[in-house]
C-alpha cells in the first residue's frame, strides 16, 4: 500500500457515519422540541371567580340605591320644609296687617254704615296701619284674596290709599303676590250670641263693628302636596 493509502486507515475510524445527527467528533445532537404546557396555565376566568364579581356589583349596585333613594328623600323633606317655612312667613305678613284693623268706615260704605270690616269665607277687607317698605307705615284700606295673576292662583294683598276719589282709587290700588306657592286661604270670624257663648262665622258683612278674632288657614302647594297653616288673630285692642 502506498503512503496515501495508509493515512485514509489510520483516519476512517473517526469519520464513520451513525446517522444523521452524528458528527464528525464522536458527539450527538438531538434535535431542539418545544415545551409541553404546564398543567397549571389558565386561559379566561373560572365560574367561582364571575360569580364573586356579580356578587361584589349587586351589593354595590344595591348601596348606590340605597344612598339616592336616601337622597331624594333629604331633597324632599328640604323641600317641605322650605314650603312650610314659606307658609309660616305669609301667615305671619296676614296676621300683622290684621292685627292693625282699626273701626273706621271702609271707602265704599255710607257715613252713616260705619262698616269696618267686611269678610267672606275666601276674602277679608278693612282699614289699618300697614308697612309701606322697610320703615314706614300708612293707613291703607286692606284686602286679601286669591286672585289669578297670569292664570294661575295666588294669594293677592290689595291695598289703596284712604283720602282719595273714586277715580284715583282705581288707578292707585297695589296688588301684591304675597307668593305664587300659596293658592288657598279661608276665613272665619268670631262673636258672641247674647248668651255670651262664642260663634264663629263664615261671614261677616254689615256690622258696624269688628269681630272678637279672625281665625285664617293658608295652604302652599308644593309638588301636589298642600301644607296648611293657620293663626288666630284677636280684633279687640
Known sequence: MSRISRRLKAISPMATKDGPNVVASGMSISPTMPNPPSSGAKDGYTL?????VLAIASIMAAMMIGGVRQLRGLLDLGERSAAHSVAEAVADHVADNLTGALE?????????EHVSLVGSRDEVRFNAVIRIGFLTRALREVAFGVKTPGGR???VRTSLPRRLG???RRSSEEELVL??????????YMTMDLAGNTIW???WSGRPLLPIAVQFQIAVSTKGEQIRVSRTV????
Open 166 to 168: 273714586k277715580t284715583e
Open 153 to 155: 292662583s295666588a294669594l
Open 179 to 188: 307668593h305664587p306657592d300659596v293658592v288657598g286661604i279661608t276665613f272665619r
Open 48 to 52: 367561582i371567580e364571575v360569580l364573586v
Open 234 to 237: 284677636g280684633m279687640l285692642h
Open 201 to 203: 262665622s263664615d261671614d
Open 104 to 112: 273706621l268706615p271702609l271707602l265704599g260704605s255710607a257715613s252713616d
